[in-house]
């Protein structure tokens, strides 16, 4: 457990790094896959199909995202590229296309539908965090300040 | 003068930012409050993913209006934070008109880190990736090496100017190609090759634009929701259509046999 949300943080610091986000968010971002591949592993224990713990992982961590968003005085997309990356259904999509070739319809389907849920699960839990009321966010960016980023870039 | 000015400046923060990743609601918010910030009535302004139109009325109430054109994207996150700061910074009347076209000409110039570096994250990425999905080290370092290999490979191809789907069409059958001669060569058992080319296609799965798509259409930006939309699909298809043909005439015309 402790390996694999080690490898979540070295593996979201690694993709945001392509991504040229700025060097002092990088951690975070980081942090924040982990965040998501650590609600993502604690619920898959109950929920073997992956739905719930999908569900719970992006809205926890999207969540954050927003909250950290004005903290940091960063645009949003630095921190949700983070917290989407380890939830992206790429095993599923494999199996998929791996189905196709094998000509099996069923599991082919199987594959493709689980693919299309699981990035509509991820955007509705998108959709959930964006429409919380401004004034929340702002209450708790308010109440974590002690995160504000210190240096100016320009 | 100074409005017209301002108006060519903005556009000009909404181009960079359109053209390294932002959502197009994020563009005609930073476009809106930089035209805003002048007092000036009439603002208007649209972004679609390809193109940004903005008009307002200048000094002497004539309507005046650009249209700049959007042909190549990329993604620099630390590129739309900066320009982000830097229209907050102008908002906010701490620096001047001629800092802000100055500091959009640095950040225009910036070239984001090294070949080596992102190489090398990526190879990581994909050993991470690796080891999450399956708990394999072996794989997992299969997935490394691949991810050396291929993107070297696609910053080779993207230099040369290619179409970006037959990019990824190339690195899909790279990245099973790969896979495969590291099973014949013994470095990986067959069984597991799967959980090397999941993380190694990871870092070529369009998240980024899917969930910028889903922002778009939220924001009530439909076409360049849609556009986007459809983009991340068609690169989804084109990555696992390279994987598959090479995977394909591996198991069915070598003699791999199926998985």
Not at chain 1, 51 to 56: D, L
Not at chain 2, 14 to 32: F, H, K, P, Q, S
Not at chain 2, 86 to 106: F, P
Not at chain 2, 145 to 172: E, Q
Request: some cysteine.
């Amino acid at each position: 457990m402790m390996i694999q949300l080690l490898a979540a943080f070295v593996a979201t610091s690694g993709f945001v790094f392509l991504m040229n986000a700025p060097l002092s968010e990088i951690p975070i971002c980081g942090l924040v896959g982990v965040l998501s591949w650590g609600i993502f592993l604690l619920i898959s224990t109950v929920d073997p199909d992956g739905f719930a713990a999908i569900f719970g992982a992006s809205l926890a961590s999207v969540f954050v995202c927003r909250v950290l968003a004005p903290i940091r005085r960063m645009p949003r997309t630095v921190y949700l590229v983070a917290a989407i990356i380890p939830l992206v259904p790429g095993m599923h999509l494999y199996n998929m296309m791996l189905a196709i070739l094998m000509d099996d319809t069923n599991a082919s389907s199987h594959h493709g539908t689980r693919t299309l849920i699981f990035t509509g699960i991820i955007s509705i839990s998108i959709l959930i965090v964006l429409s919380l009321p401004e004034k929340l966010i702002v209450f708790l960016a308010k109440t974590f300040k002690m995160f504000e980023r210190k240096e100016k870039s320009v | 003068m100074h409005l017209q000015r301002l108006l060519k400046t903005s556009v000009f923060a909404g181009y960079l930012m359109l053209a390294n990743g932002a959502e197009t609601a994020r563009v005609e918010d930073t476009i809106e409050r930089l035209l805003a910030s002048s007092g000036s009535k009439n603002v208007g302004v649209f972004v679609s993913i390809t193109a940004i139109i903005a008009g307002l009325d200048d000094e002497d109430g004539n309507a005046r209006s650009v249209i700049k054109r959007v042909s190549s994207r990329g993604y620099n996150l630390s590129k739309i934070a900066k320009i982000n700061d830097i229209s907050r910074a102008y908002v906010s009347k701490e620096i001047s008109l001629d800092e802000v076209e100055q500091k959009l000409n640095d950040v225009e110039a910036e070239k984001g880190y090294s070949m080596i570096s992102k190489t090398l994250a990526s190879a990581v990425a994909c050993l991470c990736f690796s080891y999450m999905i399956g708990q394999n080290a072996v794989a997992a370092v299969n997935a490394f090496f691949i991810g050396i290999i291929v993107s070297l490979i696609v910053s080779a191809l993207s230099a040369k100017n290619l179409s970006s789907y037959l990019v990824t069409i190339i690195a899909g059958c790279a990245i099973s190609f790969i896979a495969v001669v590291f099973v014949l060569l013994g470095f990986n058992q067959f069984d597991s090759i799967d959980i090397a080319i999941i993380g190694s296609i990871l870092p070529y799965l369009p998240g980024i634009a899917m969930t910028n798509a889903i922002r778009d259409v939220l924001c009530g930006n439909y076409i360049s929701g849609i556009c986007r939309g459809l983009e991340a699909i068609f690169v989804t298809l084109c990555l696992s259509g390279g994987v598959g043909v090479v995977l394909g005439i591996y198991m069915f015309y070598l003699g791999g046999g199926a998985l």
